[in-house]
């Protein structure tokens, strides 16, 4: 009979490790030494050397006299070192605390200061120069290990580069008793959920949690050492981070890029069969390819429209689990080789399926990857339950939905309309928040998930918005600005936006346009202007979001359509704290930031 160790994470690291020592395990992008090809060169890590890498890792945590379950930060951007310092951790029953890359020095401290961290690992210069602030205000901290040997640490006796770090350990003995000793009931992390509102929380996940998810996703897809996976979404975030372990304990090659920026060109480099993706990134490569597509002559555009139509048709087959009728098959072959083949190449060509969440996922996005044969698997979580709660199967999926619960999990439509969840994947609670933690459960000890939604007569669940930013306009209507947000940001003019309702008596928005589809249409109507501030306040342009604005919200009812709106000249950032590092906008703040420019779209016109 099986031990139930068996489905401890390490353990199938390590069995990974014995299986498949020669198989490539890693991948990650290296600035050539020519400096002139401006190209990146790819290194490869075996299993075995990975395994190697983190026993050494391990033996080296241990020599820190750090004892079981003492907590360790990673501040770092994506890099295997990442991988390899956290399944370090994790070997040595130590748990990892990730930190955003992005992360402000007070954000940090907060974290290292209710974890009482002693050990920080820093990626590059930034992280690392924070971490020297925080050794003088910290009480606990007391080494940081730096991932980047360009880094200057001569004047801190404290810092040590990870690969100086892991030559001196204890013995591998040592390891192996503290490995022989690992339970499932061991924390391997505590996430700080970022919060759009309120002081962050450390969810407690626990080695129990991440099996069951393992579990669940063994029965609904499949990876295999045939299989590449790009990681380039935070992997301090628990949906790229729990994926990665999942790649990797099913023997897919994890590749890194540390430049979430460069998705585009790696995608075409690494070619990935799989990946996870927020929706934020299908939307990207909808409007650009759409933008393309308006500008082309008449006849492709009509050869595009044309093939499109017909793979819809095709895909709603597929859906539904029935085969297409041979004239549709034959007609989809000749779409897919004019037009769909070409737009997946620039995906790499290889994709087999991408899980996307985070967010809502607009239909007619969704529907146009499906119908260019692109498996996008739509899903609904949280990091309190280890990501993935529901998702689409590879048929009888609804458009619409968030797909059918995973296997194990049980979801539940309480009072409000909240979605509520139960199962092995639901957190131990809140780190040092017991009273938090009461309240995040029922009485019967289902989770308080605080989005609204219904489960259909299918079983789907189908999400409507969050509870807490649900507005009420001043003449009672209720707003869901997500879903509003998402209808406009289709448009390849429009970055960003953010909905103003909320005790008024009509919905506003600040929105940040797409500059670069701005500045092209702008060279073409031979616009003058220094700055983005410029560009934005011609009227030419205001008049064209207006009109993109009014065609794009024709679907929406009029009391949640846009009536005003203010152009701003730089996007929502993470640094300022009006979006979290998963890219949700943190309300309250820019309410209060764009006050002046929010009033001024409420100003009556009794003075005129």
Not at 586 to 606: G, L, P, Q, S
Request: net charge neutral; aromatic share 8%.
């Amino acid at each position: 009979m099986n031990s139930p160790l068996n489905m401890h994470l390490i353990s199938q690291i390590r069995d990974r490790a014995q299986r498949s020592p020669e198989h490539i395990a890693m991948r990650f992008a290296t600035q050539s030494s020519d400096q002139d090809a401006h190209q990146n060169e790819w290194q490869e890590v075996s299993w075995h050397q990975l395994s190697e890498k983190i026993d050494q890792a391990s033996r080296a945590l241990l020599k820190q006299n750090l004892r079981v379950q003492a907590k360790v930060g990673i501040w770092s951007q994506n890099i295997p070192q990442w991988t390899v310092a956290d399944l370090a951790c994790l070997q040595a029953r130590l748990v990892t605390v990730p930190l955003y890359p992005t992360s402000t020095t007070e954000q940090v401290k907060y974290i290292l200061d209710e974890t009482e961290a002693s050990l920080l690992f820093v990626g590059e210069q930034a992280q690392y120069q924070g971490a020297l602030e925080l050794l003088a205000q910290s009480s606990t901290l007391k080494t940081i290990v730096i991932f980047d040997r360009s880094v200057d640490i001569a004047t801190c006796p404290q810092a040590i580069y990870f690969d100086d770090f892991i030559q001196h350990g204890v013995e591998q003995a040592i390891l192996e008793e503290r490995l022989a000793a690992r339970c499932m009931e061991d924390l391997f992390t505590l996430i700080y959920t970022s919060g759009t509102t309120g002081e962050p929380k450390g969810v407690m996940l626990d080695f129990a949690n991440m099996a069951a998810s393992f579990r669940g996703h063994d029965q609904i897809i499949h990876l295999d050492s045939l299989d590449t996976s790009l990681c380039f979404l935070p992997l301090s975030h628990i949906f790229e981070r729990a994926w990665s372990f999942y790649a990797l304990a099913r023997g897919a090659t994890n590749v890194y890029l540390k430049d979430p920026h460069q998705v585009s060109e790696a995608l075409k480099t690494v070619k990935p069969t799989v990946l996870c993706a927020v929706p934020r990134f299908f939307e990207k490569v909808y409007t650009t390819i759409h933008g393309k597509v308006s500008s082309a002559p008449f006849a492709r555009r009509m050869i595009f429209n044309t093939a499109v139509k017909i793979g819809m048709a095709h895909m709603e087959h597929r859906r539904q689990g029935t085969e297409a009728p041979i004239y549709l098959q034959k007609l989809n072959n000749i779409a897919d080789k004019m037009v769909f083949s070409k737009i997946r190449e620039g995906l790499g060509g290889r994709i087999r399926f991408m899980p996307c969440g985070g967010a809502r996922l607009d239909d007619d996005i969704n529907r146009f990857f499906h119908a260019i044969g692109v498996d996008v698997k739509v899903g609904y979580g949280m990091t309190e339950t280890v990501a993935t709660v529901t998702c689409f199967r590879d048929t009888e999926f609804e458009f619409g939905s968030c797909g059918m619960p995973l296997p194990g999990i049980q979801v539940r439509i309480g009072d409000e309309g909240e979605i509520q969840v139960k199962g092995d994947t639901v957190m131990r609670g809140y780190y040092k928040k017991p009273e938090e933690t009461a309240k995040t459960f029922t009485a019967d000890g289902w989770l308080h998930t605080g989005d609204a939604g219904l489960v259909d007569e299918n079983g789907a669940l189908r999400m409507t918005e969050r509870i807490k930013e649900l507005m009420k306009t001043s003449n009672g209507k209720y707003i869901a600005p997500q879903y509003i947000e998402g209808t406009i940001t289709k448009d390849r003019f429009i970055e960003q936006i953010a909905i103003v309702a909320d005790a008024r008596n009509y919905v506003t928005a600040l929105i940040v346009p797409a500059f670069e589809a701005l500045e092209e249409h702008a060279k073409a109507l031979n616009l003058k202007y220094q700055n983005h501030k410029e560009l934005i306040q011609h009227s030419s342009i205001q008049e064209l979001i207006q009109e993109r604005v009014n065609k794009i919200q024709e679907g929406l009812a009029k009391f949640e359509q846009v009536k005003k709106f203010t152009l701003l000249p730089k996007e929502f950032s993470i640094e300022l704290g009006e979006i979290t590092p998963t890219l949700k906008l943190r309300r309250k703040i820019i309410m209060k930031r764009f006050r002046k420019e929010i009033e001024a779209m409420y100003v009556t016109k009794a003075k005129a």
